[in-house]
């Protein structure tokens, strides 16, 4: 692990369960079309993913772009990143590195885009990553952030806000307007196979009754998990 990481709560101590949410994610693709959206007419021949954890979205960001970095702060994720990595044949195309947010091992001005998902860029606090971002932007690029919308009320957001997670909504919102960013809100969906994978994976995203509480209350295999995309151009 890098020195002075922040822990994850959920995917540094249980990755297998993490991947089954990756699966289970966002299976209309809305986060897919919509990066496309916002990135169309900007040339993107590099970017990186900060807070790659294992790797998952990687594999999309090289169909986007020639040159593609992971950056994740703790060892035995990046190592899991480099698999997939190879498992895709993705070759040098793609490469993982150790890093923090704050201190990306890049240099300046060397990349079109920089993507995170539910990692890092929350809000009030996110500063010193803000300005890396910046750092390692071409003039012209952008910074896509994709995280939960905690102004919701309904499925994961309002079991997440039952647990009293991060800034509030109000507050998240002037901070990112505040600094420029552009926000659209889109209807995500994580639909499971089967509802025990469900009840994995709100075991590690919330404590052990909100998750008992959500599972109770979630009807089949599908939870609303109401999510907002924000970008910002260099």
Do not use: K
């Not at 990595?85 to 920089?114: I, T």
């Amino acid at each position: 692990m890098v020195a002075a990481a922040r822990p994850s709560p959920n995917i540094w101590r249980r990755p297998g369960v993490y991947e089954t949410l990756n699966r289970a994610a966002d299976p209309d693709g809305l986060v897919a079309a919509t990066l496309d959206q916002v990135v169309a007419g900007t040339t993107v021949s590099s970017a990186v993913d900060v807070g790659c954890g294992t790797g998952y979205h990687l594999p999309m960001l090289a169909r986007r772009a020639g040159d593609v970095i992971g950056v994740e702060p703790h060892a035995a994720l990046a190592d899991a990143a480099r698999r997939r990595v190879h498992r895709a044949r993705l070759g040098s195309r793609v490469r993982v590195q150790q890093g923090l947010a704050e201190h990306l091992p890049l240099a300046d001005a060397c990349v079109d885009l920089v993507f995170s998902h539910w990692a890092y860029f929350w809000g009030p606090g996110c500063e010193p990553g803000l300005a890396e971002a910046d750092r390692v932007l071409r003039p012209g690029g952008l910074q896509v952030a994709v995280d939960l919308d905690t102004s919701a009320d309904v499925g994961y957001a309002r079991w997440f806000s039952a647990g009293g997670n991060r800034s509030a909504p109000p507050a998240t919102e002037a901070f990112f307007a505040e600094h420029g960013w552009t926000t659209r809100r889109l209807p995500v969906l994580w639909r499971f196979s089967r509802r025990s994978d469900l009840a994995d994976v709100l075991g590690i995203e919330f404590s052990p009754d909100v998750a008992a509480t959500a599972l109770a209350r979630t009807v089949g295999t599908t939870i609303a998990v109401p999510s907002v995309l924000r970008w910002r151009r260099r």
